[in-house]
């Protein structure tokens, strides 16, 4: 019982390069979030989807795209990764307000 | 705007010391506030709050909401060096589920 797996825990891109952040949960959640956590900023919602096939905008979309595969899969691509989004990416899980969360990929875009 | 601010934004004590970490917030429909623990990776839940002077508590650790003040305090007492982390203070903001999270408070504990 895994809980909330990310994948890759680590990844290095160069600016202008493409990737996608995989999320899966066995917790049987129907919402799903990416975040985005900076030095000093918290943490700050990218995309959220409440359930299969529905996602939505959060607090700093920009320059990103999500797609829910099916109730456990959440990914979030980058199609032209900018030094700017260089930071730690959270998948998080809910059936309610308590989230719970993946351990993270550390993303340097240079 | 929604808000969520957090004071002290780092804090450093020593074993056995109490300390208080605040979380005001400015958010439209609020409908409960949380309290999460942050050591090297995932963020895990402490504590949620909805009704205002009810106190959560969990070993040394305890919560408290004031509903009209719009603050929240985290307690932790005869602080240990395992408490060292970053707690965050998260509001359910209008839309469900919808969290806003503070900058944090990092804590660290000295032998």
């Known amino acids: 019982n895994a809980g909330v797996t990310q994948t890759p825990k680590f990844q290095v891109l160069k600016t202008g390069q493409s990737m996608t952040l995989q999320c899966a949960q066995d917790m049987n959640h129907n919402s799903m979030y990416w975040y985005r956590q900076d030095p000093g900023m918290g943490l700050r919602l990218i995309y959220y989807s409440a359930s299969e096939g529905t996602t939505d905008k959060g607090e700093v979309p920009n320059g990103y795209n999500v797609s829910r595969l099916n109730k456990r899969e959440f990914s979030l691509r980058l199609e032209s990764a900018a030094p700017s989004q260089t930071s730690v990416y959270f998948c998080?899980?809910?059936?309610?307000?308590?989230?719970?969360f993946g351990a993270g990929t550390r993303l340097s875009v240079l | 705007e929604d808000k969520v601010v957090q004071s002290p934004l780092s804090l450093v004590v020593h074993e056995g010391d109490t300390v208080t970490l605040n979380c005001s917030y400015e958010v439209t429909n609020f409908r409960s506030l949380l309290w999460y623990k942050q050591e090297k990776k995932a963020p895990t839940f402490l504590f949620m709050l909805?009704?205002?002077?009810i106190e959560k508590k969990s070993g040394r650790l305890s919560s408290i909401l004031d509903k009209k003040e719009l603050f929240s305090i985290l307690n932790i007492t005869a602080t240990q060096t395992g408490d060292s982390a970053v707690y965050l203070c998260a509001v359910e903001a209008p839309r469900n589920n919808d969290m806003r999270f503070g900058a944090g408070t990092r804590l660290t504990v000295k032998p």
């Open positions: 998080a899980t809910s059936t309610g307000p308590i989230q719970y």
């Open positions: 909805t009704s205002s002077g």
